[in-house]
């Protein structure tokens, strides 16, 4: 909890209460469900929370912005970006029943207000968001075709409208048919060791009416 405090210095109380929570109902929900790995679950700060956040310090969401969270697993990066933006809508999706049970729960359990929770594919999910988030579920290209459609056509943010999503390793190839992605380092926002191949992929998507 101090890493959050630390890179995030002007939460107010009820954010504060609401990370330090998180971890008490991520602990109990893990005994039931195992969404977290037993070894993340001990640094789920270090290894979830502040990664989640690491889109935060690319790209900080206005009151009223839509953000979709595709294979949101136990919640990341979703609910701290949702605690941390809580005038911002979070909708999380994932194809796993038993993972979005743990994410309703842990939703209601820090009782977040700006989050709607979905057990379905990407696919099959209506809508226009501003920003597309996930933390590293399939290759980009693969991705792409996923959330085709699905972003809103009025752009309000510094970035333009698109995905925002969390990788690791060499992204050269990967990257290659994406002439318009930018590449943040995670290490030039966090000083920790974990985060020295971790990174943000910006990749602006135009609005397909």
Same mark, same amino acid.
């Given at each position: 909890?101090?890493?959050?405090?630390?890179?995030? /210095?002007?939460?107010?109380?009820? #954010?504060?209460?609401?990370?330090?929570?998180?971890?008490?109902?991520? #602990?109990?929900?893990?005994?039931? +469900?195992?969404?977290?790995?037993?070894?993340?679950?001990?640094?789920?700060?270090?290894?979830?929370?502040?990664?989640?956040?690491? @889109?935060?310090?690319?790209?900080?969401?206005? *009151?009223?912005?839509?953000?979709?969270?595709?294979?949101?697993?136990?919640?990341?990066?979703?609910?701290?970006?949702?605690?941390?933006? *809580?005038?911002?809508?979070?909708?999380?999706?994932?194809?796993?029943?038993?993972? +979005? &049970?743990?994410?309703?729960?842990?939703?209601?359990?820090?009782?977040?207000?700006?989050?709607?929770?979905?057990?379905?594919?990407?696919?099959? @999910?209506?809508?226009?968001?501003?920003? +597309?988030?996930?933390?590293?579920?399939? #290759?980009?290209?693969?991705?792409?075709?996923?959330?085709?459609?699905?972003?809103?056509?009025? /752009?309000?943010?510094?970035?333009?409208?698109?995905?925002?999503?969390?990788?690791?390793?060499?992204?050269?190839?990967?990257?290659?048919?994406?002439?318009?992605? $930018? +590449?943040?380092?995670?290490?030039?926002?966090?000083?920790?060791?974990?985060?020295?191949? $971790?990174?943000?992929?910006?990749? *602006?998507?135009?609005? &397909?009416?």
């Amino acid at each position: 909890m101090k890493l959050i405090k630390y890179y995030f /210095s002007d939460l107010d109380d009820n #954010q504060v209460l609401q990370f330090e929570k998180l971890n008490e109902l991520y #602990q109990d929900w893990n005994l039931k +469900i195992n969404v977290v790995s037993r070894k993340d679950i001990d640094e789920i700060y270090l290894r979830h929370v502040l990664h989640s956040l690491g @889109i935060a310090k690319v790209q900080a969401f206005k *009151p009223g912005a839509s953000i979709l969270d595709v294979g949101t697993g136990g919640g990341f990066p979703g609910i701290p970006l949702a605690i941390l933006f *809580p005038e911002t809508q979070f909708h999380l999706v994932d194809s796993i029943g038993k993972k +979005i &049970k743990v994410v309703e729960e842990v939703s209601e359990g820090l009782g977040l207000k700006n989050v709607k929770v979905t057990n379905d594919r990407v696919e099959n @999910i209506d809508g226009q968001y501003d920003f +597309i988030v996930s933390r590293a579920v399939a #290759q980009m290209e693969t991705f792409v075709r996923w959330v085709k459609g699905k972003i809103a056509k009025k /752009s309000d943010h510094e970035l333009k409208n698109g995905i925002l999503y969390l990788k690791g390793g060499d992204l050269t190839e990967e990257l290659t048919l994406y002439k318009t992605a $930018k +590449i943040y380092d995670l290490k030039d926002y966090f000083k920790e060791e974990f985060y020295d191949t $971790k990174k943000v992929v910006h990749l *602006p998507l135009k609005y &397909k009416g």
